[in-house]
């Protein structure tokens, strides 16, 4: 069992840089793969970045590669994505959660979610 909190949303200008924290508890955090996936209004959720439980492999949207990084300290249990050149397409709530194997890539595929930090980006 594995229960995560999200922090360190808000709301920044177009440009600027916010850095999201998702804190895992439970004894198994650093056997998991770890995603943080984004929903914005109408929309469909989207995998933004993920990271295998090494940290040796990280995963990106092609929205969001070279402005987004995701990492991982699993002596903290946590994980955590810099967001960088922030866009108002950017604007979203943001979960994080944790794999449970299969592709990476599909929500369908993480069985334990935080509750999600609202991230908003003004032009």
């Known amino acids: 069992q594995v229960q995560l909190v999200e922090s360190g949303g808000g709301l920044v200008q177009a440009g600027g840089s916010l850095r999201l924290s998702c804190a895992a508890s439970g004894r198994t955090f650093s056997t998991y793969a770890m995603g943080w996936f984004r929903q914005a209004p109408g929309k469909e959720r989207e995998l933004v970045a993920a990271i295998r439980w090494s940290g040796g492999s990280t995963y990106y949207a092609d929205s969001v590669k070279g402005r987004f990084t995701i990492s991982r300290d699993n002596n903290k249990n946590t994980v955590y994505l810099q967001m960088n050149s922030l866009k108002p397409e950017d604007t979203a709530v943001y979960y994080c959660?944790?794999?449970?194997?299969?592709?990476?890539?599909?929500?369908?595929?993480?069985?334990?979610w935080g509750q999600g930090t609202q991230v908003t980006v003004s032009s």
């Open positions: 959660a944790a794999h449970s194997g299969g592709s990476i890539w599909l929500g369908a595929n993480y069985d334990y």
